[in-house]
Structures are given as structure tokens and as C-alpha cells.
């Protein structure tokens, strides 16, 4: 059973950073598709970044490209999302996600099977 555990979410003023972890089951980032969605009440979960088991080369949104930072440790079994330079748009809750996904459907939330349980992110200015 894959599970994902979140942490690292919190409160940051504008133009801070956070890390945000990922903790998966062994075998989880060798077998799947990793990758990060943020949702706000009331709206559909939208893709963050997501990297493929096999590359080293995530691929993100276009909001996020050149602030966000998704990196892997397989030794630890965790990904990462290295946020900078955040606004308050970023604001909502992040959640990791694992599947076997296809290159066209890295960006759409129904093609991850498996989630963690968010973690918050508010941005204040």
C-alpha cells in the first residue's frame, strides 16, 4: 500500500521561502510518478510540478517555473518542493501525489491513484 505523508507547510510573508516534504513507502518514487498539486476551498486541485521515476528533469507550471524547485532523495524515500519567492497566490493546501501516469497527464490531478493528506501553505502580506 503506498502511503504519503506531507510536512514542512506554514506561515511565510510574501517573498519567503518553505520546503515542503514528502515521505512515501518504500518503492513508491522508483515505481511512480511523483509530483505536487495545491488546492484552495471551492476549486479543482491544480498541478504544481511532478517528475517522472525514471528522469531527473521535473516539469512544472507555468505560475511556478523559476521559483518552484522539485528535487528527489531516493535514499530517504522523499521528494521536495522548494518554494521561493512566494505570493499570496500560492496560498492553499499542497498535497504530494504518486501514480503511473503518462507524459500527457502529468498535470491532471485524476491521474494519481495515491495522496497524502496536504499540508498548508499561507502566504501573508
Known amino acids: 500500500q503506498v502511503q504519503l505523508v506531507e510536512s514542512g507547510g506554514g506561515l511565510v510573508q510574501v517573498g519567503g521561502s518553505l520546503r515542503l516534504s514528502c515521505t512515501a513507502s518504500g518503492g513508491t518514487l522508483s515505481r511512480y510518478t511523483m509530483a505536487w498539486f495545491r488546492q484552495v476551498p471551492g476549486q479543482e486541485r491544480r498541478f504544481v510540478a511532478a517528475i517522472k521515476p525514471t528522469s531527473s528533469n521535473p516539469v512544472y507550471a507555468n505560475s511556478v517555473k523559476g521559483r518552484f524547485t522539485m528535487s528527489r532523495d531516493r535514499a530517504k524515500s522523499t521528494v521536495y518542493l522548494q518554494m521561493n519567492s512566494l505570493k499570496p497566490a500560492a496560498t492553499a493546501a499542497y498535497y504530494c501525489?504518486?501514480?503511473?501516469?503518462?507524459?500527457?497527464?502529468?498535470?491532471?490531478?485524476?491521474?494519481?491513484?495515491?495522496w497524502g493528506q496536504g499540508t498548508q501553505v499561507t502566504v501573508s502580506s
Open positions: 501525489g504518486a501514480g503511473s501516469v503518462i507524459s500527457s497527464s502529468m498535470a491532471s490531478h485524476n491521474a494519481y491513484a495515491h
